[in-house]
T-cell receptor
Framework: NAGVTQTPKFRVLKTGQSMTLLCAQD?????MYWYRQDPGMGLRLIHY???????AKGEVPDGYNVSRLKKQNFLLGLESAAPSQTSVYFC???????????FGQGTRLTVV | GQQVMQIPQYQHVQEGEDFTTYCNSS?????IQWYKQRPGGHPVFLIQ?????EVKKQKRLTFQFGEAKKNSSLHITATQTTDVGTYFC???????????FGDGTTLTVKP
């Protein structure tokens, strides 16, 4: 089992460019999450999904969109990247509401 | 909304000293989870506490959940260099499908 796989691992974008981060899990988990991690600010929830075809906003959703067309995949989109979106992005998944979260390796995104 | 505060933000210890990080929630939690993130790595699940007043141990690590289910602590006895990293608590409310993470405590251990 690969667990939770994020692609790409690194990316540099110019301001105004768009991109999609892919998260794939092979554990048949219902719940999937996207977080961003900035120095000294812990993990902040961007968007999450409680099942295939569902999405919901987290703490910091502005500037991001998500889709969960397939249960195993959760996509995070940046339509027009801004320097403030420079961060490390983590995807996570859980089997159920009260179970442990499994994190991907992270995507380091720099917007210049 | 739910807020989870974690203190201290940083802790520097000499190898062999003890370490404690504290987590406080603004609301009553259904459970709390603890994660460890090594430098350059991703968060990895350590443990989950569910019951009021629960205490769990993993070798040198002791986890406690408060009686009111609003606070928790992680205590490491006799730290080792392998303990370095950032420790996060994550408070969970059953009615929501998501957790709220604290900002983490970063532990450095001097040999």
């Amino acid at each position: 089992n690969a667990g939770v796989t994020q692609t790409p691992k690194f990316r540099v974008l110019k301001t105004g460019q768009s991109m999609t981060l892919l998260c794939a899990q092979d554990m048949n988990h219902e719940y999937m999450y996207w977080y961003r991690q900035d120095p000294g600010m812990g993990l902040r929830l961007i968007h999450y999904s409680v099942g295939e075809g569902t999405t919901a906003k987290g703490e910091v959703p502005d500037g991001y969109n998500v889709s969960r067309l397939k249960k195993q995949n959760f996509l995070l989109g940046l339509e027009s990247a801004a320097p403030s979106q420079t961060s490390v992005y983590f995807c996570a998944s859980r089997r159920g509401r009260n179970t442990e979260a499994f994190f991907g390796q992270g995507t380091r995104l720099t917007v210049v | 909304g739910q807020q989870v505060m974690q203190i201290p933000q940083y802790q520097h210890v000499q190898e062999g000293e003890d370490f404690t990080t504290y987590c406080n929630s603004s609301t009553t939690l259904s459970n709390i989870q603890w994660y460890k993130q090594r430098p350059g790595g991703h968060p990895v699940f350590l443990i989950q506490l569910v019951k009021s007043g629960e205490v769990k141990k993993q070798k040198r690590l002791t986890f406690q959940f408060g009686e009111a289910k609003k606070n928790s602590s992680l205590h490491i006895t006799a730290t080792q260099t392998t303990d370095v990293g950032t420790y996060f608590c994550a408070g969970h409310n059953t009615n929501a499908g998501k957790s709220t993470f604290g900002d983490g405590t970063t532990l450095t251990v001097k040999p």
